[in-house]
C-alpha cells in the first residue's frame, strides 16, 4: 500500500489550498501565530478533554465535531470510547492533523485495549490477574499488551491501573476492577503495571484518589462515603504512592466523601484531597484529572462542579456535556490556570517524545542537509510543489511566524506552458519537493515548475536530493530528506538564522557533471 511521503501520519495531508488552473504564483499563506506547534494553547479551554463516542457519533460527525471544538474550546485532548482499532487510528490521526499542538488521546482501559476498541486484546479484571500462580508477572504483561496495543490504535494516555483497595465487599463499582483487598498486594501489581505500560511509550493515570475501593454504593448515582476511619483512609494511599513511585503520569480523583480527610466535599472538589494530600503531602506535579464530570457523585450540577474542581487543584475537567459552555464558565472565572496549563502542557510534550515525535524533533537539524554555499535570510520563499500528498503546512507556518513572505506555485495537470513569473532575485529561496510514489512516473516537480526556481537563489530539496545538481549555481543549496513536521521547522530556523544544519549528506552529488561536492 503507497504511503504519503516519508511514510508517515505527520506528512500525510494536501498541498495549501488556494491554486487551481496552470501555475498559480503568489498564494500567501497566513500562517497562525496564535497556534503553531511547540506552542500550547493559553486559553481555559485546554483543561477540558471532551469525549468522543466514535460508534454512536458516526466517525465522520465525531471527526467534524471534534475539529470544531479545537477551533472554539482548544480542549487538550479527547476520551476515546469504542470503535474499531482502525477507526479509532484514522480519527487520532486526523484529528491531530488538525490541531498545532500535540493532543492528549485518552481511552478507559483497565482490562487491556479491547474493553474499548475491536479487535484488540480484551483482558481478564484486574483481580483475575492477581489470581494466578505469577501475578508480577502476569500485570506487567497485561500493562505491556495494554500500552502496545493502545498506541496501535492511536491512544496515549491510560485511564488505568484502578489503584483502589477493594477493603468493602459490597462495593458494587470496584470490586474485581481492584487487584485485591490488601494494599500491599495493590501496590505491588500497580507498580508492576504502570512500569511495563509506560516502558511502551505510553503514559498512565492512576485512579480512583483517594480510594474508591470501601464505598457502599456507586459515584455514577449518588453521593457516596468511604468507610472505615483515618487508618483505613491512609492505608488506601499506599497503592497510589506506589503509582507515582513508578512514574504515573496522571492521578484521577474520586468523586466520593472521604470523612478522614474532608467530611465537607467529594475528593474532587476538595482542595485539603487534591492539593493538601495529592500535592503537598505526597509531592505530585503532575497532572490530576477528574473523573467524568457528568456524574452525580459530585453532589451538584456538572458546571459549578467543574469550577469547584478547578479551585481544588484538578488540571483536567473530563467529559463535560457542553465543553463549549464550560470553556465559557472557566473564562469568566479563571482559577489556578496557569499552572494547571504548564502541568498539562508538559504531560503532552512527554507523550509526544515518549510516542516517537521527540525523537525525530531531537534530531531535526541532523537532517537538514547543507549541500553548498553560504545559507541568507530570505526576502521570500517559493513553494514548487505539485504533488498533492505533500504536506508543508509546518514550513509555512513558520516562516510566517518569523515574517518571512511565502508564494506557492502549482501545476494542476500536465502540459502547463509558460511559467507565470520571472527568475527572482538573490534573496529568492526556492523549495522543491520529490519523493517516490506509485501512478506518479517521477519525483520531482513538472518541468514547468522548475522554471520558477530563482536561478541564482537559494534553493531547499524536500525528498529526492539529486534534484540539485541541476541547479550548480544556486547561492546555496539544502537537502532535507524527510517532510516531518519538526524538520520542516528545522528548516524555517536554518533560513532565518536561528540554527545550523548539522546533517551529513549519505549520496554522492556531482556539480556540473563532474566531480562530486
Same mark, same amino acid.
Given at each position: 500500500?503507497? *504511503? ?14 488556494g !491554486? ?10 497566513? @500562517? ?11 486559553? #481555559? ?9 466514535? /460508534? ?6 465525531a ?5 470544531n471544538?479545537l ?6 485532548g ?11 487510528? =484514522? ?7 488538525e ?9 478507559d482501559?483497565?482490562? &487491556?485495549?479491547?474493553e ?29 499488551? *495494554? ?15 484502578v ?11 470496584i ?9 500491599? *498486594? ?5 507498580? =508492576?503495571?504502570? /512500569? ?11 485512579k480512583?484518589?483517594p &480510594? ?26 499506599g497503592?497510589?504512592?506506589? !503509582?507515582? /513511585? ?6 484521577m480523583?474520586?468523586?466520593i ?5 474532608d %467530611? ?14 495529592l ?14 464530570l457528568?456524574?452525580?457523585g ?7 462542579? +467543574?469550577?469547584?474542581? +478547578? ?49 525525530? =524533533? ?14 541568507? =535570510?530570505?526576502e ?5 510543489n ?12 513558520a516562516?510566517?511566524?518569523? @515574517?518571512?513572505?511565502?508564494s ?5 495537470? !500536465?502540459?502547463?506552458?509558460? !511559467? ?23 519525483? &520531482?516537480?513538472a ?7 530563482a536561478?541564482? @537563489? ?6 529526492? #536530493?539529486w ?6 549555481? +544556486?547561492?546555496?543549496r539544502?537537502s532535507?530528506?524527510?517532510?516531518a ?13 536561528? +540554527?545550523? #544544519?548539522k546533517?551529513r549528506? %549519505?549520496?554522492?552529488?556531482k ?7
Amino acid at each position: 500500500m503507497e *504511503t504519503a511521503p516519508g511514510g508517515s501520519a505527520w506528512d500525510h495531508g494536501r498541498a495549501p489550498a488556494g !491554486a487551481s488552473g496552470r501555475i498559480v504564483a503568489a498564494v500567501k499563506y497566513p @500562517g497562525r501565530s496564535d497556534f503553531r506547534w511547540g506552542s500550547f494553547p493559553s486559553e #481555559p479551554g485546554y483543561r477540558i478533554m471532551p469525549a468522543v463516542r466514535l /460508534e454512536r457519533e458516526g466517525a465522520e460527525k465525531a471527526l467534524e465535531r471534534a475539529t470544531n471544538l479545537l477551533e472554539t474550546v482548544h480542549p487538550c485532548g479527547f476520551l476515546v470510547f469504542g470503535g474499531t482499532s482502525v477507526m479509532v487510528r =484514522r480519527f487520532t490521526e486526523a484529528v491531530q492533523r488538525e490541531a498545532a499542538y500535540p493532543l492528549i488521546f485518552a481511552a478507559d482501559v483497565e482490562r &487491556g485495549a479491547g474493553e474499548q476498541f475491536r479487535p484488540l486484546t480484551v483482558l481478564p479484571p484486574p483481580m483475575a490477574l492477581a489470581s494466578v500462580q505469577e501475578p508480577e508477572a502476569a500485570a506487567a504483561e497485561a500493562g505491556r499488551l *495494554t500500552g502496545s496495543e493502545a498506541l496501535s490504535a492511536g491512544i496515549n494516555l491510560l485511564f488505568a491501573p484502578v489503584c483502589d483497595v477493594n477493603s468493602n465487599p459490597r462495593n458494587p463499582i470496584i470490586n474485581v476492577r481492584s487487584f485485591s483487598d490488601e494494599g500491599k *498486594t495493590v501496590s505491588c501489581l500497580v507498580r =508492576r503495571w504502570i /512500569e511495563s505500560a509506560r516502558a511502551t511509550g505510553a503514559a498512565v493515570c492512576a485512579k480512583h484518589f483517594p &480510594g474508591h475501593g470501601s464505598t457502599g454504593g456507586d459515584s455514577h448515582l449518588e453521593v457516596v462515603r468511604a468507610t472505615g476511619g483515618k487508618r483505613a483512609a491512609a492505608a488506601a494511599l499506599g497503592p497510589f504512592r506506589a !503509582a507515582l /513511585e513508578a512514574g504515573a503520569d496522571c492521578v484521577m480523583t474520586a468523586h466520593i466523601i472521604v470523612d478522614a480527610f474532608d %467530611p465537607d466535599s467529594p475528593a474532587t472538589l476538595s482542595r485539603r484531597i487534591v492539593t493538601g494530600i495529592l500535592r503537598e503531602k505526597m509531592g505530585f506535579d503532575g497532572v490530576v484529572v477528574t473523573d467524568a464530570l457528568g456524574m452525580a457523585g459530585t453532589g451538584m450540577d456538572e458546571y459549578a462542579a +467543574a469550577l469547584r474542581a +478547578a479551585e481544588a487543584g484538578c488540571d483536567i475537567l473530563l467529559y463535560p456535556r457542553d465543553p463549549k459552555r464550560l470553556s465559557r464558565m472557566l473564562e469568566e472565572n479563571t482559577v489556578g490556570g496557569n499552572e494547571s496549563l504548564r502541568r498539562i502542557e508538559t504531560l503532552a510534550r512527554h507523550i509526544a517524545e515518549a510516542t516517537g515525535y521527540g525523537f525525530v =524533533r531531537t534530531l531535526s537539524l541532523e537532517m537538514v542537509i547543507r549541500v553548498s554555499g553560504e545559507v541568507f =535570510r530570505p526576502e521570500e520563499v517559493r513553494i514548487l510543489n505539485d504533488d498533492e500528498r505533500v504536506n508543508l503546512k509546518p514550513l509555512l507556518e513558520a516562516l510566517a511566524e518569523k @515574517g518571512i513572505s511565502t508564494s506557492v506555485f502549482r501545476k494542476e495537470n !500536465a502540459g502547463v506552458g509558460e !511559467a507565470t513569473r520571472e527568475g527572482g532575485g538573490e534573496k529568492t529561496v526556492s523549495v522543491l519537493t520529490g519523493f517516490p510514489g506509485a501512478w506518479r512516473g517521477r519525483l &520531482g516537480p513538472a518541468e514547468e515548475l522548475l522554471k520558477e526556481v530563482a536561478p541564482e @537563489g537559494g534553493l531547499v530539496a524536500f525528498g529526492d #536530493p539529486w534534484i540539485l545538481e541541476r541547479f550548480p549555481k +544556486a547561492a546555496f543549496r539544502l537537502s532535507v530528506p524527510t517532510l516531518a513536521p519538526p524538520v520542516q521547522r528545522a528548516v524555517a530556523a536554518v533560513l532565518v538564522g536561528d +540554527a545550523e #544544519p548539522k546533517g551529513r549528506l %549519505p549520496v554522492k552529488l556531482k556539480r556540473n557533471g563532474e566531480g562530486e561536492d
